[in-house]
C-alpha cells in the first residue's frame, strides 16, 4: 500500500490524487514528466468530446465501457462526452450514465425528419426522398438470405449511413474540433496517460485508428464503382506519390479494384473539421445518391476509410498502437514492451498479425507505421501528466 492507502502500482487512482500529480519527476528513462499541458496556449487548446451512439437498453454495458474509459484515460484529462440516440433517453437511462464520471455529459436525439430544424433540411435517421423503400425492403430481405452481414437489419443501415454523413453535423458537436467514438460493449486495456486530443492536434493528425481489417465483399458490391465516379469528378485525388494510403485499399496502380480493408470505425479518434469539410460532404453524397446504404450494406467503415485514403496525406493517418482495445471479437494489443507496461491484454490475442487484418499489408507498404519508442515518447511526452 502507498501512503494515502492505495495499492502500489493500482492503475486506478482517486481523482484528486490525479490533480495533484502535476509536479514534474525524472522518471527511470531520464525524461522529466509532469503537467506540461498548463503551458498549452489557450489559442491552441483543443476542443474535443468523446462521441457515443447508444440506446436505453445499452445502459449496463455502457456503464461499464464508461467506467473502463474513464480509469484509463478520461479522469486525468475530463473531456466531455455527447452520447446521442435516434430515441429519447429515458430518465433512468441518464442517471445510471451520469454517475460513471465527473466530466460533462450532454444527452443528444438524432433528428429524424427532414423538418426537424436541427437535421438542416435532410433526414438523418430514415429513408430519404430518393430512396425506394419497397426495393429497400425486397433487398433486405435477400441479404438476409444470403447471410450478408447485418444486412437484413433495418436499423443498422440507418445507423451507418448516419455516422458515415451526419454523426458530425449534429448540433452538440458543433463546437468541437476532434471526437474519440467510443461504443458500448467495447474494453480498453492500457493506461493513457497522455493527452491524445492535444498531440493529435498539435501533430496535424487528421484521422488515429487502432484496428484495420477486410470488408465483406458482401456488404459493398458496388461501392468501389460508384467511388471511382466521383475520383472521375476529381482527378486531383490520385496522386502519384506515396503521400497517401491509396495502395492499403488498392493495390492496382490504376485502382481498379477494392481490396476491402478499412480501418474498423468503432474505434476512431479524428478531425470534425475533416468530415465537415466540402470535399468530404460532397464524397458522403454521392455516395448517398447512389442508394447503397439501403440496397446494399455499405458500412461507415470502408467510407470513412476511403475517404481518408483518397483525401488525407499519410502523414495525417496515425496507428494508435499504444491503446489496447477490444470490440468482440477483435481485439488489438501492443506487443512492444514499453508499450506493455502500461497494458493488461495478451498480444497473442490481438488481431493485428492474423488472417483478415490488414496491417500486414499495411505495414509492409509503409514501415514507419507506427511510432518506435524514442518517436513515441518524443511525441507523447509534451502532453503527458503523469
Not at 467514438?181 to 485508428?209: A, S, W
Amino acid at each position: 500500500m502507498d501512503s494515502d492507502g492505495w495499492p502500489e502500482g493500482a492503475g486506478i487512482r482517486p481523482l484528486e490524487n490525479d490533480r495533484q500529480a502535476a509536479v514534474p519527476q525524472p522518471n527511470d528513462r531520464g525524461r522529466v514528466t509532469g503537467n506540461r499541458l498548463d503551458n498549452v496556449d489557450p489559442k491552441k487548446k483543443v476542443k474535443a468530446c468523446i462521441v457515443i451512439l447508444a440506446r436505453d437498453s445499452d445502459l449496463q454495458s455502457l456503464r461499464e465501457t464508461m467506467r473502463g474509459f474513464e480509469d484509463r484515460f478520461n479522469r486525468r484529462f475530463h473531456y466531455p462526452y455527447v452520447i446521442l440516440n435516434e430515441e429519447p433517453f429515458t430518465e433512468e437511462f441518464k442517471n445510471g450514465i451520469r454517475p460513471m464520471t465527473d466530466s460533462e455529459i450532454k444527452f443528444g436525439q438524432v433528428p429524424k425528419e427532414a423538418s426537424d430544424p436541427q437535421a438542416k433540411g435532410m433526414t438523418w435517421w430514415g429513408y430519404p426522398p430518393f430512396i425506394d423503400q419497397e426495393r429497400a425492403a425486397r433487398e433486405r430481405a435477400e441479404m438476409g438470405k444470403n447471410n450478408v452481414p447485418y444486412g437484413d437489419k433495418e436499423s443498422y443501415h440507418h445507423m451507418c449511413r448516419f455516422q458515415s454523413g451526419f454523426f458530425f453535423r449534429h448540433p452538440l458537436l458543433d463546437e468541437y474540433e476532434y471526437y474519440w467514438r467510443v461504443e458500448p460493449h467495447v474494453k480498453f486495456f492500457c493506461d493513457i496517460d497522455y493527452d491524445v486530443f492535444q498531440m493529435m492536434k498539435d501533430n496535424d493528425l487528421k484521422y488515429g485508428f487502432n484496428i484495420a481489417i477486410a470488408e465483406s465483399p458482401s456488404t459493398i458490391p458496388t461501392l468501389w464503382e460508384t467511388v471511382m465516379k466521383f475520383v472521375d469528378k476529381h482527378p486531383e485525388l490520385v496522386k502519384p506519390n506515396d503521400d497517401n494510403v491509396l495502395r492499403l485499399i488498392s493495390s492496382s496502380s490504376d485502382l481498379d479494384h477494392y481490396n476491402g480493408c478499412h480501418f474498423w470505425s468503432n474505434f476512431e479518434i479524428g478531425s470534425l473539421d475533416f468530415f465537415r469539410s466540402p470535399l468530404y460532404l460532397e464524397f458522403f453524397n454521392h455516395l448517398d445518391q447512389a442508394g447503397g446504404f439501403f440496397y446494399e450494406r455499405w458500412g461507415d467503415a470502408p467510407v470513412h476509410s476511403i475517404a481518408a485514403a483518397l483525401m488525407l496525406k499519410r502523414s495525417e493517418i496515425h496507428f494508435f498502437n499504444d491503446i489496447g482495445y477490444q470490440h468482440f471479437p477483435l481485439n488489438h494489443c501492443p506487443s512492444e514492451p514499453y508499450l506493455q507496461k502500461k497494458c493488461i491484454c495478451n498480444s497473442e490475442d490481438s488481431i493485428d498479425w492474423k488472417i483478415g487484418s490488414c496491417l500486414v499489408p499495411y505495414a509492409g507498404l509503409y514501415p514507419d507505421y507506427k511510432w518506435d519508442e524514442e518517436t513515441y515518447f518524443k511525441k507523447t511526452n509534451p502532453y503527458r501528466l503523469s
